[in-house]
């Protein structure tokens, strides 16, 4: 069992827990993944390492609630525990003195791209971050992207905090502005990275992201994540997470995601309809 | 003396109907009665010569147990059986027997051979379920050697080895990738050839017996083969399997809907995706099936199809019925669910639609040729023969190769270009000093057996190894 050792709510239904994991924690490096499975019945949830403590042997994960396992993931607090957590899986970011690199987080990229911008900026790096969400309120770790970054650049879609407008906005302007960059890394929803890699594919910008394809196993077993980098078959559990962003199909890996649409359905419904049916109590006991 | 009549055919075995099954994940083989099971028992001749044990990998005194098994007394029979085997109920339902023990019997040149596996799953069953009070003691432990292995994998090379390691005294952890223990018996094999309560009654016996498990650790990642060695342990086992599967590299293998056997069986086995919603896991459930391969793999895969609720589902492969590399026992109960063979057929390309879902599977007719490296009529394809098997679901049982996560991350380790690691058949000793290797990453996708074997063998290496003074490599 591997105990959450503390809960906190971000942002509405995105949450931070610090989980006792030492094996995973000693190892952990930036850019890798976790996955965990919450009891008997659950299904195995890949999440990435939003950092860690070595000498406190945690790891922080921060997730989204957006169907039932997160959902079901949200309802604990700590003092409850996790039946399995196993990592850290995956490739390591790969991490030099590259010069100037954009670090861009979107949503519940924000802490999958923040350790990565740490290692690049003890690399000797000058790091610019971007950070994004819809509204103000969605908008996470804004002080921590601060402390890993040099400059940090904050966009919302709704101009509630920042400037108004997507992610890849600053980053054009920078283009556009002709500022050196040697780097990108982006870490978001498909159809941010999509973005990111159409703005700079054109100026010949390297640029990095980590795929959220749908896992099972994660160490190569199964073949469910596998996705199309440069017309060859790449799973990203074992020859990513992260790949050129130039060369990976990201239509085809957004059709992928949605391979078990009317399943997530069919369980959230079933997991709504469950919990009303509960004393109200129950469910709000953790909060 | 008289002679004894011998009685033909082996006693059948009962099985639910096909009609009945393919409704449900029960197991298909219900196992003999006490009574059948003492009359196939006296079936047996009792050999001097007995070659049914040659044919055996890991030497079970086949005779032995099978006269304990006549007289009615079932504890015997287990006692001598779990000599040589320390995972009955699983070979006895698993092992090719009419490849093995049952294919050396004596009475197989005229008749039927004895029913060797059939009474092997019978004897471990009767003991399967008595709670660990009642079970007739283990023979106490050699004094501790003061010596730590690891197992690298918990499958049936991994298992073995630890149990035998154990018993020779050693202290043994066996690391484990997945969640639960077992390898491909718990992700691979499904619930109604192998329920996965018997493996993890096993896995606990071994546990009872000292072994430690440790599931969720990923040797590779979570620490390396080099830390192991240089932490605690004296010497490292490694038997990881062949688990990666491999593609065809035809167009449109990644739509949705084309599953590689294992994902299809992971989700299914351990996952339980046949029980969602009440198991979160969910799976694809196609109408209409066709499954690419004819090993067990794929036979597993289309009989599991079935039970999910496909209405229709092909086996494709690209030779005839005489090559199909399943069990003949698999085969023919694949035939009598349903499953539609289109032999001397191979897929060309899969076909979607807008939202990238399968719609069809193009296939092209093949006749056999020359005798390729293996012996086996190579096929050829039949020009203009492309047709379209109308499909949602396509699962591709090609088979697997070793994972390379360990070789990769282990300096001082050869692997040969099909990605097995080196090392000696007989100890499994490899290049690198204090790390042996056995199972499906030593010889590629084998048996449950021949990994047993493999376990059992590099178990007996290690031990004289760890006790030479010398410890030359
Ligand atoms: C390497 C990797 C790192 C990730 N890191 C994070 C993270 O740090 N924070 C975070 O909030 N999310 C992360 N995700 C996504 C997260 O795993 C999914 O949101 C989660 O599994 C959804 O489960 P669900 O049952 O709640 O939702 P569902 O209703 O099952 O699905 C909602 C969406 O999640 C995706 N999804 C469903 N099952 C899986 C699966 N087994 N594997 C991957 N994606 C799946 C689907 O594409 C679907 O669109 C990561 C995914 C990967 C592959
Ligand atoms: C669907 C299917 C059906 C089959 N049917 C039969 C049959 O009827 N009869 C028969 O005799 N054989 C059958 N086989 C073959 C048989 O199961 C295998 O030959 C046998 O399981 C090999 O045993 P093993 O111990 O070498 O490896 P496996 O059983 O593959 O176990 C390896 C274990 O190592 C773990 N592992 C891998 N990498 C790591 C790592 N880096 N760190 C930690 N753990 C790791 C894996 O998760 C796995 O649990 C079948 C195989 C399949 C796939
Ligand atoms: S272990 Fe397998 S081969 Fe050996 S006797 Fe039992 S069934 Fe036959
Ligand atoms: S060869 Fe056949 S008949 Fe002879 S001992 Fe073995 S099982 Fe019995
Ligand atoms: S998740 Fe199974 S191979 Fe990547």
């Known amino acids: 069992m591997f105990p959450i050792l503390a809960a906190r709510t971000l942002a509405p239904l995105v949450k931070e827990f610090v989980i006792d994991a030492r094996p995973v924690a000693l190892k952990a490096k930036a850019g890798q993944f976790i996955v965990l499975r919450i009891d008997e019945t659950g299904e195995r949830i890949p999440l990435t390492i939003a950092g860690v403590d070595a000498t406190q042997g945690t790891v922080r994960i921060v997730f989204l609630e957006v169907g039932k396992s997160t959902r079901k993931l949200g309802t604990l607090g700590a003092g409850d525990s996790l039946l399995d957590f196993v990592g850290p899986l995956g490739n390591p970011s790969h991490v030099e003195k590259f010069g100037t690199v954009v670090c861009i987080g979107g949503g519940v990229g924000v802490p999958a791209v923040l350790p990565i911008a740490h290692a690049l900026k003890a690399a000797g790096n000058h790091v610019i971050g971007i950070t994004g969400a819809r509204r103000a309120d969605l908008l996470i770790l804004e002080d921590e992207m601060r402390g890993a970054c040099h400059e940090l650049f904050v966009t919302t879609d709704d101009g509630s905090r920042g400037d108004r407008g997507l992610v890849t906005d600053p980053l054009r302007r920078f283009i556009a502005e002709g500022r050196k960059i040697d780097l990108v890394v982006a870490v978001g929803p498909a159809i941010m990275m999509k973005a990111v890699a159409a703005a700079t594919q054109p100026h010949g910008l390297k640029t990095v992201v980590s795929l959220n394809s749908v896992m099972v196993d994660g160490t190569g077993m199964c073949g469910g994540c596998r996705v199309t980098v440069g017309g060859q078959t790449k799973f990203v559990c074992v020859d990513g997470p992260e790949f050129d962003a130039h060369q990976v199909n990201f239509d085809e890996l957004m059709m992928r995601q949605r391979m078990y649409r009317n399943q997530e359905k069919t369980a959230l419904t079933r997991y709504d309809e469950c919990r009303s049916a509960q004393p109200r109590e129950e469910v709000t006991s953790r909060g | ?473």
């Open chain 2, 1 to 473: 003396m008289a002679r004894k009549e011998i009685i033909p055919k082996k006693h059948a075995m009962p099985c639910q109907t096909p009609a009945e099954r393919v409704k449900n994940f029960a197991e298909v083989a219900l196992g003999y009665s006490e009574q059948t099971a003492m009359a196939e028992a006296a079936r047996c001749l009792q050999c001097k010569r007995p070659t049914c044990v040659d044919g055996c990998p890991v030497e079970v005194d086949i005779p032995g147990f099978i006269a304990r098994v006549a007289a009615g007394d079932f504890v015997g029979a287990a006692q001598r059986l779990k000599e040589k085997n320390l995972l009955p109920s699983i070979c006895g339902r698993v092992c090719p027997q009419e490849d093995q023990c049952e294919a050396r019997c004596t009475l197989s040149k005229k008749f039927e051979p004895v029913g060797i596996g059939r009474l092997e799953r019978f004897v471990a069953d009767t003991q399967l379920w008595l709670e660990p009070a009642a079970l007739p003691p283990e023979p106490p432990l050699p004094p501790a050697s003061g010596f730590k292995v690891a197992v690298v994998g918990s499958g049936p090379a991994g298992l073995t080895a630890a149990g035998d390691l154990v018993r020779l005294g050693h202290r043994v952890t066996v690391f484990e990738a997945l969640h639960k223990a077992g390898g491909v018996l718990v992700y691979g094999i499904p619930e109604f050839r192998l329920p996965k309560a018997i493996v993890e009654r096993e896995v606990q016996a071994l546990q009872r017996m000292g072994v430690e498990l440790r599931t969720n650790f990923v040797i590779g990642k979570t620490e390396t083969i080099d830390e192991l060695l240089a932490n605690s342990y004296d010497a490292v086992f490694v038997a990881t399997g062949a688990g990666l599967p491999h593609f065809m590299n035809i167009p449109g293998e990644n739509l949705n809907g084309v599953y590689s056997a294992n994902e299809f069986l992971t989700r299914a086995n351990l996952m339980k995706a046949y029980r969602f919603p009440e198991y979160d896991t969910p799976i694809h459930l196609g109408k209409r099936v066709a499954v690419v391969g004819a090993g067990n793999v794929a036979m597993d895969a289309a009989r599991t199809a079935l039970r999910l609720g496909a209405e229709k589902v092909f086996l494709v492969y690209r030779r005839s019925h005489e090559e199909m590399p399943a069990r003949a026992e698999e085969i023919e109960h694949a035939e009598e669910e349903g499953i539609d063979l289109r032999l001397l057929t191979s897929p060309v390309r899969i076909l979607g639609d807008k939202e990238n879902w399968v719609t069809g599977c193009e296939c092209i007719r093949m006749e056999l040729g020359e005798p390729d490296a293996s012996g086996r009529r190579r096929p050829v394809a039949v020009p203009q023969s492309e047709h379209v098997l109308p499909v949602d679901t396509v699962i591709m049982a090609i088979g697997q190769s070793p994972n390379p996560l360990v070789p990769a991350t282990t300096p001082g380790l050869e692997t040969t270009r099909h990605g097995t690691i080196v090392g000696d058949p007989e100890t499994g000793k490899t290049g690198k000093r204090g790390v042996f290797v056995g199972g499906d990453i030593l010889t590629g996708a084998a048996t449950v057996i021949l990994a047993m074997g493999a376990g059992r063998k590099s178990a007996r290496a290690i031990d004289v190894w760890l006790r030479d003074p010398e410890r030359k490599w």
